[in-house]
């Protein structure tokens, strides 16, 4: 758990210093103090953040903790912080992905229990409900859509509306990767067009081939496709790990802020492994 804990405040606070982030002279606690507590919350007590201050205040990790409403206040001033964090420990491990493999897919995130739309308050609308198939079940919420490289750590993500299929998703990756590298992913990401425009760049997308489909694989070419894409159901496992049965937040802004901090965690989890 210290361990955890230091590489959380290490990595905000180098982060900070990067970007040159002044604190407010008047602020009794830090911005990377804010930023280590939101995610201990994530990696230790399923996003409960004031089972996280209390433990930081007690332990004496920070013992000028802010009380909830000003704690919370302060998390939403510097949520952009978590993006560029993101984004900074991204940049760094596909540098350290030596064979350019990378895998995506698409998860949900549910909200509520469908059950429940009627009374939902963070999302409405009938774009915010989507289907499970692998499930045959409908889920009414977000879809985390998440690329990984070779060792699980995710370098890519982005969040969409529960009834966005992967196709569609698939033209909002920014695929900010090098020449000669390989994209792995399931049936529901076969596109033809998108194929031969990144390999026009030098991107090679290798989608799973239905039996109707023109491009067939050979079958030790589907093979590999099948070792590779088991790497990005490990990480979505260590994510569903780390939620609760149903994440707690007052607006759809904290919703999505969340669900960034369990993605965060379980990446910084991966590579200080």
């Given amino acids: 758990m210290d361990l955890v804990i230091v590489a959380f405040y290490t990595l905000c606070d180098d982060l900070l210093i990067q970007h040159r982030y002044q604190d407010d002279p008047r602020a009794k606690m830090s911005a990377a103090e804010v930023m280590t507590t939101a995610l201990v919350a994530a990696e230790l007590f399923g996003g409960n953040q004031q089972r996280a201050r209390q433990l930081l205040k ?43 493999l990378y895998v995506i897919d698409s998860y949900p995130v549910p909200a509520c229990d469908p059950i429940r739309i009627s009374n939902a308050k963070l999302y409405q609308g009938e774009v915010w409900r989507g289907r499970i198939t692998s499930k045959r079940r409908y889920f009414y919420g977000l879809k985390l859509h998440l690329m990984v490289t070779e060792s699980g750590i995710p370098v890519e993500f982005f969040l969409t509306p529960g009834s966005f299929g992967d196709v569609l998703g698939l033209r909002c990756y920014p695929f900010d990767l090098p020449q000669g590298a390989t994209v792995y992913a399931d049936k529901a990401y076969c596109n033809y067009g998108i194929e031969d425009a990144l390999a026009e760049a030098g991107i090679m997308l290798k989608p799973l081939r239905k039996k109707n489909s023109k491009r067939q694989y050979q079958a030790c070419e589907v093979y590999i496709h099948h070792h590779h894409r088991k790497r990005i159901e490990v990480t979505n496992s260590l994510i569903t790990q780390r939620l609760p049965r149903s994440i707690h937040a007052v607006t759809a802004a904290g919703f999505e802020i969340k669900v960034l901090l369990f993605l965060i965690a379980t990446m910084i989890t991966l590579i200080i492994k």
Wanted: proline share 9%; with cysteine.
């Fill in 58 to 100: 007690e332990q004496g990790y920070i013992p000028n903790m802010l009380s909830k409403p000003r704690f919370n206040r302060r998390l939403h001033q510097i949520a952009p912080m978590f993006q560029t964090l993101f984004e900074s420990l991204a940049t760094g491990c596909k540098a350290q992905n030596p064979d350019q």
